[in-house]
T-cell receptor
Framework: GQQVMQIPQYQHVQEGEDFTTYCNSS?????IQWYKQRPGGHPVFLIQ?????EVKKQKRLTFQFGEAKKNSSLHITATQTTDVGTYFC????????FGQGTTLQVKP | DGGITQSPKYLFRKEGQNVTLSCEQN?????MYWYRQDPGQGLRLIYY???????QKGDIAEGYSVSREKKESFPLTVTSAQKNPTAFYLC??????????????FGDGTRLSIL
């Protein structure tokens, strides 16, 4: 249905390694939003992707929207301890449907 | 400083008791939302409101009630009918629920536990 599946559920990396989380849908997405939730905190909006094949960058973070608009990814280059948290993708307009999130742990 | 304020930060409920979680925003947003988050899980929508005096059920509305009498306020009541209320409750708002592609702004959340 309208679910979005995120993989992996957990990822442990050494500081300096790269990290990628994937968001997949069985149906075409009109847009995809990405949020970050620090441990004990609340989700914070990172970015929104709308166009097929779109790629956006925020410093070490690269967001991609698939050509078929059925998947998206978030890639972090050279992770830092400040990247720790859970990353959620969300689909929808107004009423958002969130993926289960990928929790990133970074070992210093 | 604009934002969303949720209170209290921690709340304990006795069996058979209704409790109300407060959510206030000064962002002048039309749309407001309530989510429930269980450990290690994503956010599930409880209720949402697109405009004052109107609200709709989300995916897990049973055992909850809301009101939207003012644009700034969207309180959530966890009733005694909600048998498993222990969770982290997040309130959010967006500029409009009808306009596409609106990011949501979240409050700091309320952690509810059963005594």
């Amino acid at each position: 249905g309208q679910q979005v599946m995120q993989i992996p559920q957990y990822q442990h990396v050494q500081e300096g390694e790269d990290f990628t989380t994937y968001c997949n849908s069985s149906t075409t997405l009109s847009n995809i939003q990405w949020y970050k939730q620090r441990p004990g905190g609340h989700p914070v909006f990172l970015i929104q992707l709308v166009k097929s094949g779109e790629v956006k960058k925020q410093k070490r973070l690269t967001f991609q929207f698939g050509e078929a608009k059925k998947n998206s990814s978030l890639h972090i280059t050279a992770t830092q301890t400040t990247d720790v948290g859970t990353y959620f993708c969300a689909r929808g307009t107004g009423k958002l449907i969130f993926g289960q999130g990928t929790t990133l742990q970074v070992k210093p | 400083d604009g934002g969303i304020t949720q209170s209290p930060k921690y709340l304990f409920r006795k069996e058979g008791q209704n409790v109300t979680l407060s959510c206030e925003q000064n962002l002048n947003h039309d749309a407001m939302y309530w989510y429930r988050q269980d450990p290690g899980q994503g956010l599930r929508l409880i209720y949402y409101s697109q405009i004052v005096n109107d609200f709709q059920k989300g995916d897990i509305a049973e055992g909850y009630s809301v009101s939207r009498e003012k644009k700034e306020s969207f309180p959530l009541t966890v009733t005694s009918a909600q048998k498993n209320p222990t969770a982290f409750y997040l309130c959010a708002s967006s500029q409009s629920a009808w306009l596409g592609n609106q990011p949501q702004h979240f409050g700091d959340g309320t952690r509810l536990s059963i005594l």
